[in-house]
């Protein structure tokens, strides 16, 4: 089944990894700001009954342009975050992911429905390279499978390395 979904008010894009110790489905999806939020809602929540059945890691990424930090302030927003609750995903960024010399907000997010939500280590790399600033987060109960497939698996001591 094909999810991914182009509209003026919603872009995504599904990628199923098989090649882990357990099935895993990530999407990006970005909603252009100034958009419709109650038509991204109408979308995101068929697409998520769409994938409700299958028993799989899900998560889905990416910027969508709806402030986390004021849901209460907006209708539309709370009405989001009630439709990621409701199919059982919990955002995994809960710090800004915008900020200006005016505001800040966050924007940019990953959500997932696992159950060892606890487990995932979550971050915020503060670069210079756009006006948002990258999300990560790091699941170490999903392994890579070595097969003869290019495959390498990259350890938390190793990333850590990198930013010294």
Known sequence: MD???????????FLEITNLSRKVLVAA???PPGTDLDEFNRIL?????????????RYLMGD??????????HRATSEFCE?????????????????TTDSFSLIDNIFTNSVNYSQ??????YADISDHLPVFALSPSI??????QLCKEISLHVILIFFE
């Open 143 to 148: 392994r890579c499978k070595l097969t003869n």
């Open 83 to 99: 439709v990621l609750f409701s199919h059982s995903f919990l955002p995994l960024i809960s710090k800004p992911t915008r900020i």
């Open 45 to 57: 929540s068929h697409l998520l009954d769409s994938i409700r059945s299958e028993q799989i890691l």
């Open 120 to 125: 995932h280590m979550p971050g915020i790399l």
């Open 64 to 73: 969508f342009n709806v402030d986390l930090l004021k849901p209460e302030l």
């Open 29 to 31: 999806i970005y909603r």
């Open 3 to 13: 999810l991914s979904f182009y509209s003026d008010s919603f872009e995504s894009i």
